[in-house]
């Protein structure tokens, strides 16, 4: 700039600053006073364009590597745009940073002296009004062009700016077109503000897309033509229809439904939607591509209306959403949708599968031990048996049969030609010893000796027989708290537990919704009911979730299962029972003399309508009922006693 230029340049900053009028566009005059009266900076003193050391540089590319990959297509194809035209592209994190950047690299040189390039730092406090800098002190989208900029050495410069917000509504990144050279009239450089604009605009979409997997996405347009293909600003709706995520169009266009200030973070972020627009989760599915566009208009609360575009979440194909555990065998790869602590507890149980290990496998109620220990038998791939004793389920007189069985006429009512016990019968195979926790101390030193001889003599028999076996036992029960207790020998315990795996209870499993696909047999679930089913706390972890889908199933309309056709306890949540704590309080040893599993009760009110509802679907078939249920017919005869339900003659 010429001296005479540059002293006027000075004087025009120094009179706005004072408060004169300016033929300025707003936001470039509020951005002189802020570099003076907040920045205190020197408009005649002209500064270099600060390129930080390669150390700081790398930190900060390391912070925004998420940023970076996402927006590098963006970058890329908004350069390509622009080929030949001498213009750059720059990337700067919240800081001002240039984190990435595309150039002419002919310019090389001319680019870093003027600070367009990597490492350059562009926020106001340091560089006075500029593009980036004075993006993120307004977070919205400008030019700073020319003589606009504050300091000397950066007014040959034409800079274009747009904001990328993250998807909880924070300032992220800013997107910038700048040029070395451009025409005086800064009209020129509309176009390229456009261009900016559209590309951040579709890198936040990107970013939300990316960060709303499991999640109904709603994207909006003024426009039905362009809906489905560059739509305007979209957000992401949590299992209870509550905005979690979103672009800064759609901030801006849900906050001015209410009269809200978009600045205020919580304006939007974590309200229901409906609150904004007249939507409720129901009526997403009305949303969807197999309308036509025109047909997808949504009136928002302030009268104004828009197109809307819902995407629905994936639906979780057991392969789709699962990454592979690779060396898994496929019993055991099976039982995960790729929950991490699964996964680590699977790729541990593969190992130990391999050797002739006793596993004591814990873990709440109906979180999977049993098919576990069935996965773990198979994953060993031989038709070797697999005997199963619930210790919980018999009278302490009878697993000591069941387990040694007998010889010719032991006792009295025993067959006259004796019986192999299941140890025997599951010898070269695994035997699975189910509720180990309730097994009675007397038994627990038989069955200590019996490990440790590895031989057996069954009752009354006199030879032992020789034993090869892998013994697998569980318990919802902590065994470690019952050895503390006295109510376990601790010489058992260490001889069953030569590895424990603990399986996660299903209210902490990251796989929730594969399990739903999986369990749900190819029916679908409305949003209503999905939610239900991704908000609810699970005490009777992936039983209680097959059974309800199980019921749903049961109960459905057209293939479709709404909240209506699940236990009504689903329908209470969030208010219902809070997570169960694990181990739980273990006041005595009480085995129950049932002998089936008994299905967890539904709580509350709704038993009796849910069983009713369930035996009117099986037509009042019990034993249909007991299968779904995974229950036997006697027990759910004993719940229509009590319960007073029968069939209507
Ligand atoms: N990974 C899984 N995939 C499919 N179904 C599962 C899975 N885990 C558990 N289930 C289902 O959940 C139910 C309970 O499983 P299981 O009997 O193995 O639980 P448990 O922990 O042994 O329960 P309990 O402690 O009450 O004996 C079973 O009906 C089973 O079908």
Redesign the pocket.
Known sequence: MAAAAAHQHIHEIETVALGAASRRDEVVSHSWRRCIETYRLDPSRACEAYILPEPRLREHRQRSEDLIRTARFGLETLHGQMAGQGYVLLLADALGVTVDFIGDPTFDNQLRRAGLYLGSEWSEPRAGTCAVGSCLATGEALCIHQSDHFDLTHTPLTCSAAPIYDTDGTLAAVLDISALRSPEAKISQNLVLHLVSATARRIELANLMASARGEWVIRFSRSPEFLDVDPDGAVSLDASGRVAGLTHAAQKLLAGAVGADWRDPGAVLGRPIGDFLQLGLDDLPDLTRDRPSESRLLAGRDGNRVFAHAIAPPRASPRALKPMPSALPPALA???GGDPAMDTLLAKAARLARAPLSIL?Q???????????RAIHRSRGDAKPFVALNCAALPESLIEAELFGHAPSAFTGASAKGRAGLIEAANGGTLFL??IGDMPLSLQSRLLRVLAEREIVPVGALKPIRLDLSVIS???RDLGALVRQGAFREDLFYRLNAATLR?PPLREREDLNW?IE??GGGAKLDPAARAALLRHSWPG???E??NALELGAALAEGGTIRLADLPEALSEAPAGPGPQTWPAPEPALTPEPALT?EPPEPSGRDEAETLRALLLACRWNVSEAARRL?CDRTTVHRRMRRLGLAQPQ
């Open positions: 099976d039982l995960s496998l873990g709440e109620t109906g979180t999977g031990k049993e098919v576990l220990a189910d509720e569980a318990s919802h399986l399990l999986r369990l972890n992936v039983r979730l097959r599993p995974g």
